[in-house]
């Protein structure tokens, strides 16, 4: 299992804010994960709810899935979770 924290630009304090707002609820980022490497399920951090990303994009969120080109020319998945806290929307 690979996970990448989206939403801190790499200096180390705000790698501590993006640490310190996991570890109390406020860190409102979006993480990227994969289990097989096919399938890239992009979901909210600290959301309403904890969202299905074993399988092939039946969440209860409805995820928008999109074919994602690899480097190598092939095809993988990206699944695009929904937010049940409506920060899409905030953010836009
Ligand atoms: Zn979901």
């Known amino acids: 299992m690979k996970s990448i924290i989206d939403g801190f630009d ?3 304090n705000d790698l501590i804010d993006t ?3 996991i570890l109390d609820g406020s860190f409102k980022g979006w993480l990227a994960h994969t289990e097989d490497g096919d399938h890239v399920h992009v ?3 600290n959301d309403l709810l904890e ?3 074993d399988d092939d994009g ?3 969120c409805g995820p928008t899935i999109e ?3 690899r480097n190598n020319g092939s095809y993988g ?3 695009i979770h929904h937010t049940l806290d409506g920060r ?3 953010e836009s």
């Open 10 to 12: 790499g200096t180390y």
């Open 19 to 21: 640490v310190n707002g």
């Open 43 to 45: 979901t909210p951090f």
């Open 51 to 53: 969202h299905e990303v």
């Open 58 to 60: 039946s969440c209860v």
């Open 67 to 69: 074919p994602a080109p």
């Open 77 to 79: 998945w990206s699944i």
């Open 88 to 90: 899409e929307s905030a």
